[in-house]
């Protein structure tokens, strides 16, 4: 299993980035996707999941409205558009993938829940 991560890069303030994720090595269509963050010195934060069938989705507070999680199961794709970007977005952004056997429980926003992991891709927010 392998998931691979790109889109990062450093930005200004107020600027978008979209990150996507591609998964092989495991049937993407059966997998809830999600996105953590990781700052330094803290500790890994859920930032948005989406379902198996992109019916479903749920963010972390501090991205609301201006984070979006989407997925194409044809490309085995995840991605996050990110607007309105600010310094405390700074982060590495990681990927995740899972076959929860609920995705209405809270356990999906919880970093022990996934179980596939991609390696990260920095995402640095100038003020």
């Known amino acids: 299993v392998q998931l691979v991560e790109s889109g990062g890069g450093l930005v200004q303030a107020g600027d978008s980035l979209r990150l996507s994720c591609v998964l092989s090595g495991r049937t993407f269509n059966s997998c809830a996707m999600a996105w953590f963050r990781q700052a330094p010195g803290k500790e890994r934060e859920f930032v948005a999941t989406i379902s198996w069938n992109g019916a479903d989705t749920y963010y972390g507070d501090s991205v609301k409205g201006r984070f979006t999680i989407s997925r194409d199961n044809a490309r085995s794709t995840v991605y996050l558009q990110m607007n309105s970007l600010k310094p405390e977005d700074t982060a590495v952004y990681y990927c995740?993938?899972?076959?929860?056997?609920?995705?209405?429980?809270?356990?999906?926003?919880?970093?022990?829940?996934?179980?596939?992991w991609g390696q990260g891709t920095q995402v640095t927010v100038s003020s």
């Open positions: 995740a993938a899972d076959e929860p056997p609920s995705f209405t429980s809270d356990a999906i926003r919880t970093p022990d829940e996934y179980d596939s």
